[in-house]
């Protein structure tokens, strides 16, 4: 933007001194004319012009003649001083650009000399990765008789005067550098044609030989050049404006590192996560997304409807009630690493489409999940962090997030959730003789007095008073959570097991053998953000059903949440499952703590994208 703005005044004072006639072939005066651009600018900035619109103002041939740069921050000025998607589409549809006529100039004068703009790749290329491990050569060192080929996107180039080009590629293993001299031309391919094309953000094909440069860097010499695709936009040094980032997702891969790396992480992390899964004897499976119930966690779905079947379906929640069918069909330690789908609100930390791993376990003990853990996440961050991936100057499986040093070395702090509460409170959710846990007007009444925010969204709210008001609509298991949020999740700045969870917040997993009232279930927090929830997974089937009834009472009094009654599920539970424990581990929350982000767009290829 100052770049811009200080180009501007140069153009400004440039054209004060120019003639008129080096403008515009126009006879209009200079003085006139830019009288009559300054009406112009007055006239855009009190329209209702939108970026959206089909529409040109018909005033934009008086720009005709001003280079891009004083375009472009024009185009700034008239949308308020604001940068953007409306400055972009202001700047490349409504004013003519001096840079993108010469650009099409010089790619039609590469075309007439009968190149193609798209060829095809007719011969194997080196990777850069590959360049680099290969050729060690010594200062000033230059393989004459060696000669390869390399492709990738044009990151800069810089010219010294007409028969010497500096460039350096990128093809998204290692970035080299690319030095082409007139001299050295073979092949028959004009020097100046072929080079005045290539421009920053192209594709292209450059043959050569490897050496040093005079300040040592390797480089490849180039004999032969071609395009091999054009990038025929420009491609910004920076791209913070989040709008944009959304909208054109390859551009902000291309201009931010990070967006390019997350997807990285996250190959590394799955692979190493199936490696390790893999070792330990689970069988990878896949289970279907669409079903005629969504069930296996609280939370509301998506819904569709099948044509062909003639009936609605839903896009699955979990696949927790699948894998323990598969467990009940002989496959005692199963896994699946997919896609879940939660009609729920967008946030830093939530997405409605989003990565998790799921996998149980028969014939161990619960305890097993807690170490298994701590295994899983240590190999993961330390595979991250040597194969380069997390960068980070920290040692061991200690990693930085949002300025806190964040450390998964074994063993992990656990803290109680209902012991806790009590000890921050004063009182006792879940009553120690009985098992019984707090009514929900008890609930309530504790919340109001702690001050919490009962007008959050609840997974209630369908039972709301009609205002928005979603007191009303909340119920136990929603209300644990609020204290959970304030009193609990603080606490786990580190990676945390909290257990000792209620059961009425867990309608899956078996009750404690030593504590009424209790579940045997762990959730694992880190920075404050759940990453793993973890079950002994219930396995009596009359006592699902009942959990399930009791759910169905939920839904009824307006928890859209609630675990819909699945008696298929209940059915196959009478064949007899093993004691099984299960497993889940939150693949983008996991990411974002590696790569040190803080909200999940950054770390998703395609996040969504409200209006």
């Not at 003519?96 to 790619?107: C, G, K, Q, V, W």
């Not at 997993?509 to 959730?523: M, P």
């Not at 009596?540 to 928890?559: S, T, Y």
Request: hydrophobic share 35%.
């Amino acid at each position: 933007m100052l770049r811009w703005k200080k180009s501007c005044c140069c153009c400004w004072k440039q054209l004060r001194l120019s003639s008129t006639s080096s403008l515009t072939s126009s006879s209009t005066s200079l003085p006139s004319l830019l009288g009559s651009r300054v009406s112009f600018v007055s006239t855009l900035r009190s329209s209702s012009f939108s970026s959206s619109s089909s529409t040109l103002p018909s005033s934009s041939s008086l720009l005709v003649g001003l280079p891009v740069f004083a375009i472009r921050y024009c185009s700034t000025l008239f949308c308020g001083g604001k940068s953007g998607a409306a400055c972009r589409a202001l700047s490349t549809t409504v004013f003519p650009s001096a840079h993108a006529e010469d650009r099409h100039s010089s790619l039609r004068t590469y075309e007439e000399s009968g190149k193609s703009l798209y060829p095809v790749i007719n011969k194997g290329v080196t990777q850069l990765s590959q360049f680099r491990q290969t050729y060690k050569l010594k200062d000033g060192e230059r393989l004459t008789n060696i000669r390869c080929t390399i492709a990738g996107r044009i990151t800069s180039k810089r010219q010294s005067g007409k028969k010497l080009c500096f460039y350096h590629i990128d093809d998204g293993t290692e970035k080299i550098q690319v030095i082409a001299f007139a001299k050295d031309a073979i092949d028959n391919y004009d020097f100046g044609i072929a080079h005045n094309a290539l421009k920053r953000g192209d594709i292209a094909e450059i043959e050569g030989y490897p050496g040093m440069s005079k300040s040592n860097e390797l480089s490849l010499i180039a004999t032969n050049v071609r395009m091999l695709a054009p990038c025929l936009h420009d491609i910004p040094s920076v791209l913070l404006d989040v709008n944009a980032q959304l909208v054109d997702r390859p551009l902000h891969m291309l201009v931010n590192d990070y967006a390019i790396n997350a997807v990285k992480l996250r190959a590394k992390l799955l692979a190493t996560l199936r490696d390790m899964l893999n070792r330990k004897g689970f069988v990878e499976v896949e289970t279907p997304i669409l079903s005629n119930l969504a069930t296996g966690a609280l939370a509301r779905p998506f819904t569709t409807t099948s044509h062909s079947l003639n009936k609605d379906l839903s896009l699955r929640i979990a696949p927790e009630l699948y894998l323990k069918r598969l467990v009940i069909g002989g496959l005692p330690r199963v896994y699946e690493i997919g896609k879940v789908f939660r009609n729920e609100g967008i946030d830093s930390t939530h997405n409605p489409e989003f990565t998790s791993c799921e996998l149980y376990l028969a014939y161990e003990p619960f305890e097993t999940l807690f170490t298994l853990t701590e295994e899983i996440l240590f190999e993961i961050v330390t595979s991250a962090k040597n194969s380069g991936v997390v960068s980070s100057d920290h040692p061991g499986a200690i990693v930085e997030f949002d300025r806190q040093l964040i450390d998964f070395t074994p063993p992990l702090n656990r803290i109680h959730f209902v012991d806790t509460i009590e000890k921050e409170t004063g009182i006792r959710v879940v009553d120690n003789e009985t098992g019984e846990c707090l009514e929900t007007k008890d609930l309530l009444n504790l919340c109001e007095k702690l001050g919490l925010d009962l007008h959050k969204q609840s997974p209630c709210d369908d039972a709301s008073d009609g205002e928005g008001n979603g007191i009303v609509g909340h119920c136990q298991a929603s209300l644990l959570d609020l204290l959970a949020e304030k009193y609990v999740e603080p606490k786990c700045v580190q990676p945390t097991f909290v257990f000792g969870v209620p059961s009425i917040m867990s309608p899956l997993a078996k009750d404690s053998e030593t504590e009424l009232g209790i579940s045997q279930r762990f959730e694992m927090f880190v920075a404050g953000k759940e990453l793993v929830n973890a079950y002994n997974e219930l396995n009596i089937p009359e006592v699902q059903r009942n959990r399930f009834i009791e759910q169905q009472a939920h839904r009824l009094e307006g928890d859209a949440e609630a675990h819909v009654p699945d008696e298929n599920f209940c059915r196959a539970l009478e064949f007899g499952l093993p004691p099984t424990v299960g497993w889940g581990l939150g693949i983008d929350r996991l990411i974002m703590f590696l790569s040190n982000r803080k909200h999940i767009r950054d770390i998703l290829a395609f996040p969504m994208k409200g209006n």
